[in-house]
């Protein structure tokens, strides 16, 4: 079983980056791939972005395309996720997940495995 800790949250200004991270303990993460996830209050949560296990396949949501990109560090059982160009409507509940997907693009309920999620607030 994977344990999954998210960090990196915290308030920005419209424009600014956060780096996200996800630390994986528990299990082979070199096995799982990985998401970031989003939800923000009365709303469903979205896939942000994928990444296979071995990083070399990335998806990312079409909202975050070409400012937000995910790479993970298998020696380090990390993913993370740099957000650059941030805008208020990123604002959300960031969370990871792993799982045993077999193509990009997947729902949350085909992930398994959670972390609590870490905050992220982008002001006008």
């Known amino acids: 079983q994977v344990q999954l800790v998210e960090s990196g949250g915290g308030l920005v200004q419209a424009g600014g980056s956060l780096r996200l991270s996800c630390a994986a303990s528990?299990?082979?993460?070199?096995?799982?791939?990985i998401a970031w996830f989003r939800q923000a209050p009365e709303k469903e949560r979205d896939l942000v972005a994928d990444?296979?296990?071995?990083?070399?396949?990335?998806f990312y949501a079409d909202s975050v395309k070409g400012r937000f990109t995910i790479s993970r560090d298998n020696a380090k059982n990390t993913v993370f996720l740099q957000m650059n160009s941030l805008k208020p409507e990123d604002t959300a509940l960031y969370y990871c997940?792993?799982?045993?997907?077999?193509?990009?693009?997947?729902?949350?309920?085909?992930?398994?495995?959670w972390g609590q999620g870490t905050q992220v607030t982008v002001s006008s």
């Open positions: 997940a792993a799982g045993f997907i077999l193509r990009p693009g997947a729902r949350a309920s085909q992930y398994s495995y």
């Open positions: 528990g299990g082979i993460f070199s096995n799982y791939y």
């Open positions: 990444v296979s296990q071995s990083g070399g396949i990335s």
